[in-house]
């Protein structure tokens, strides 16, 4: 091919010049043209880092032309409204007409396989509630014994979402979102930015293994810097991140290039230069330390609710944390559970799919370690692994969650498309990227009315839901409500799939099977 190519280059150029010369005028016009390719050739031909563009001048370039495009027009013109990844059509769409408020019902049946392993669905009532009765802004109060100033959470808020992962504009738009729909916004482990304070939406302070917003410079915890942001009156909760779904045990990378002089700033970090967030914290090194930790936090913020999030790993490290808050009797007032499937967070493809505890499998392994250790009166569960939907947060209720939170369906309703480009700055919606050409396409008085639309249709949905269970409140869903296809003729109920445990009942020696060996290498002195 390459031999073809200067002997077929050669001698266009040849018969173009002798054809001009002889016949006809203006020739050098198409010749001018033609040398672009040709030279373009010449390029691919002497270069030495691509094989394939070296063996195939020009026409090497395609396949990455045809790479580029490829997702596109997969989404577009190949994938079913079923069968997209990671979030289908059909639940883009809900997303989007729920944002828009539009109308977001389906035509001539559902289009699930309902015979197909892993479909699920809940029972409904005969005598079902009527919607009015039922509370369409449902909330629950997070804080226990130790908390002096409670927060009332709705039970859909915001996950977390760093500045500098995503835009000013994205940032501003859902915590302007968060104030008009009177629910909370998770920071990320970022920091909490002007942007994040600008509209005064009910902020949960996240604080990550980098301690941005409450270091030194030199990385480690600082509490003379937590106090300052912990006092802050948008403030309402601060969660110590010990783990993400999309990088358990990996720490957080913030590129060069997004790491602007602004982001540093907050960040208390160098400018235009890669951040790593430690995969472990410097605060803490035992189950103990990090129970004593939490109750640090919640008396210098002024007693304000303070909880910790993690993605399900070896499962004798969170027992061992339950045995720590038993013999201290001190306990955090809310515990956010992560799905090993991941979120937002850009990770190396190993974390991404193969590293962490599924969603629903941790959700309810905590729950029965809370429940079985008789502590489940003193914490919150969090839910927050892909909820996108009035039927996700029912499902994550029946598994023990008190509330959930949401992020790739609040960018959704942010305006993203699903383009996959979270981690290259060239988000095309100016959602996860800092450059400003494209944050300048992001509407903030527009988008943050979609994200409270996102939000009150989703939990009146869940409220339709309940009611159609003939429920009045979410305190009500047991894992009897939700079922599962596990073979083609046969279904289970999630009490089958995950039992859970009666209160107390691993004190009193009543331990599962599955159980016994974790229980017994969990030690609250170490990990």
């Known amino acids: 091919m390459r031999t073809k190519f200067v002997f077929f280059s050669t001698l266009l150029v040849i018969s173009l010049g002798l054809a001009g010369y002889f016949f006809w005028i203006g020739w050098w016009y198409i010749l001018a043209v033609l040398l672009i390719p040709i030279t373009i050739g010449y390029v691919d031909f002497f270069q030495k880092k691509h094989t394939l563009m070296r063996n195939f001048p020009i026409f090497g370039r395609l396949r990455w032309v045809m790479e580029a495009l490829r997702p596109k027009m997969y989404q577009y013109f190949i994938e079913s409204d079923t069968d997209g990844m990671p979030i289908n059509r059909i639940d883009r769409s809900t997303v989007y007409q729920r944002a828009k408020k539009e109308t977001d019902t389906m035509p001539f049946g559902t289009q699930n396989d309902v015979y197909k392993e892993g479909y699920e669905w809940m029972?409904?009532?005969?005598?079902?509630?009527?919607?009015?009765?039922?509370?369409?802004?449902?909330r629950i109060l997070i804080g226990n014994k130790d908390c002096t100033q409670p927060y009332s959470a709705s039970i859909m808020n915001i996950s977390a979402m760093s500045f500098g992962s995503l835009s000013t504009a994205a940032i501003e738009a859902l915590n302007a979102g968060a104030k008009l729909g009177d629910f909370a916004h998770n920071t990320g482990e970022g920091g909490i930015s002007p942007y994040h304070l600008k509209n005064g939406g009910d902020l949960i302070w996240q604080i990550g293994t980098g301690y941005?917003?409450?270091?030194?410079?030199?990385?480690?915890?600082?509490?003379?810097?937590?106090?300052?942001?912990?006092?802050?009156?948008?403030?309402?909760?601060?969660?110590?991140?010990?783990?993400?779904?999309?990088?358990?045990?990996?720490?957080?990378?913030?590129?060069?290039?997004?790491n602007t002089e602004e982001i540093a700033a907050i960040r208390h970090v160098k400018p235009y230069t890669t951040v790593y967030s430690p995969p472990y914290h410097s605060a803490f090194s035992t189950p103990k330390e990090l129970i004593q930790f939490v109750q640090l936090l919640r008396k210098e913020s002024g007693g304000k609710p303070v909880g910790f999030k993690l993605c399900i790993g070896k499962k004798s490290e969170f027992i061992a944390i339950c045995k720590a808050m038993i013999e201290l009797d001190t306990y955090p007032d809310f515990i956010t559970v992560d799905g090993g499937e991941g979120g937002t967070g850009a990770a190396p493809q190993e974390f991404s799919n193969y590293?962490?505890?599924?969603?629903?499998?941790a959700l309810a392994f905590v729950d029965n370690m809370l429940t079985g250790f008789n502590i489940r009166q003193h914490i919150k569960i969090i839910g927050s692994g892909k909820i996108l939907t009035g039927f996700s947060i029912v499902r994550a209720m029946a598994l023990g969650a008190d509330a959930v939170n949401c992020a790739r369906a609040m960018m959704l309703a942010l305006g993203c498309i699903q383009a996959l480009e979270c981690n290259t700055n060239t988000c095309p919606t100016g959602v996860a990227t800092q450059n400003p050409q494209l944050v300048a396409g992001l509407n903030v008085n527009h988008k943050k009315v979609r994200v409270a639309n996102f939000h009150h249709e989703t939990v009146k949905a869940y409220a339709e839901l309940i009611g159609a269970a003939g429920m009045d409140h979410g305190d009500q869903i047991t894992r009897d409500l939700i079922y599962r296809r596990v073979f083609l003729y046969e279904s289970r109920t999630y009490e089958e799939i995950f039992p859970s445990l009666e209160a107390g009942s691993l004190l009193k020696g009543k331990i599962p099977e599955k159980y016994v060996v974790d229980i017994k290498n969990a030690d609250a002195n170490q990990w």
């Open 123 to 138: 029972m409904h009532s005969i005598k079902p509630k009527e919607f009015d009765s039922i509370n369409q802004n449902p």
């Open 355 to 361: 590293v962490g505890a599924p969603f629903l499998d």
């Open 212 to 258: 941005f917003g409450a270091r030194d410079m030199d990385g480690g915890f600082s509490i003379d810097t937590f106090r300052k942001n912990a006092h802050l009156p948008q403030v309402k909760m601060i969660e110590i991140k010990l783990s993400q779904g999309a990088k358990p045990g990996h720490g957080g990378i913030l590129p060069a290039k997004k």
